[in-house]
């Protein structure tokens, strides 16, 4: 499936780079080969023995959490209280700024 490491981590587990880690940006699968968009690119030349462990990544919205690792029950995020922006928001005469749940 593709996306479903990105935000996560790739580790090097032999060769020059192991013990390694970085960021994967994104992912794509090609050919039933995962192609991982890495943050970093490795430090030293990769050889075709070397190997990684992918981990898959989270994107912090209770969603992906539910869809992704059925761990809803576990999420620690607060995915109902408004953003930075509801600060630059004023108040108006229909009354949307009364604190009700939309």
Not at 38 to 57: C, M, N
């Amino acid at each position: 499936m593709s996306g479903g490491f990105t935000f996560g981590t790739l580790e090097w587990t032999s060769g020059s780079n192991a013990g390694r880690r970085t960021e994967v940006l994104s992912h794509d699968v090609s050919d039933g080969i995962a192609v991982p968009a890495l943050l970093e690119a490795p430090v030293r030349a990769i050889a075709e023995s070397d190997s990684f462990t992918l981990r898959a990544g989270c994107d912090k919205r209770m969603e992906t959490c539910g869809a992704k690792f059925a761990n809803t029950a576990n999420f620690r995020g607060f995915p109902h209280i408004p953003g930075q922006d509801a600060v630059l928001r004023y108040a108006t005469k229909d009354g949307g700024h009364e604190g009700s749940v939309l």
